[in-house]
């Protein structure tokens, strides 16, 4: 009778294979612990790492935000010392400006003054003479566009002093109106008829 050699080594092969099985899965479950060891203690360090970044992020931002706060603050108090240096400047423009036009009237009105004073004493020194009526009406003309002159220039420098103020108190809407206006303008011209009419009173005379 002959020996099945194949199936025998068939046999050892499969027994050797199932054998070769059950070690390598005896192995798996000793190992199995640690792996799952190892991989929790991998999870938390994942999860600890991203609350750090979380965290640091967070920070970064708010430190960022704070910056950006100190910024706007700084840059609006520089553009409040900006507009107070430039109004203190257009205030003191327009104070000499109106300074200005101030002793503009005041010159105006000594002038006036001081022709009304001198054809006044000149009419009391020539009426013992004697002068005709031409020349008293052209004199008597003459004081009132005078008298007219310092009253106007008077009426103008009250005026130009109450816009300086006004300006000077934070009144903006009076800025760029340091003018004596028309009370100004009549001071100058009365002023002017005055002097003609005095001197034609003296030229009749």
């Known amino acids: 009778m002959a020996v099945p050699w194949l199936q025998l080594i068939d ?8 054998a070769l099985n059950r070690k390598a899965a005896a192995a ?3 190992r199995s612990p ?3 060891e190892a991989g929790g203690r991998g999870d938390v360090a994942l999860g600890l790492d991203a609350r750090l970044a979380g965290i640091v992020a967070a920070a970064l931002k708010e430190s960022q935000d704070r910056d950006t706060r100190r910024l706007n603050v700084e840059r609006e108090r520089v553009t ?5 240096a430039e109004r203190a400047l257009q205030v003191d423009l327009h104070r000499q400006a109106g300074d200005r036009e101030i002793g503009r009237l005041r010159l105006l009105a000594g002038v006036a003054a001081t022709t009304w ?3 006044l ?3 009391a020194l020539v009426l013992g003479v004697g002068i005709g009526i031409g020349s008293r009406v052209s004199l008597g003309f003459g004081w009132l566009f005078l008298i007219g002159a310092i009253a106007a ?3 103008a ?3 130009a002093a109450a816009a300086v103020d006004a300006l000077a108190n934070g009144d903006d809407s009076r800025r760029g109106a340091i003018r004596s206006g028309a009370s100004g303008a009549f001071a100058l011209w009365l002023t002017i008829c005055g002097l003609v009419l005095a001197g034609l009173a003296a030229l009749i005379a």
């Open 121 to 123: 004493v000149w009419s």
């Open 117 to 119: 004073v001198g054809t």
């Open 153 to 155: 220039s008077f009426i």
């Open 28 to 30: 798996s479950d000793e």
């Open 34 to 36: 640690t792996q799952l």
């Open 80 to 84: 409040a010392e900006r507009q107070r």
């Open 11 to 18: 046999a050892a092969l499969g027994v050797a294979n199932f």
């Open 157 to 159: 420098q009250s005026r």
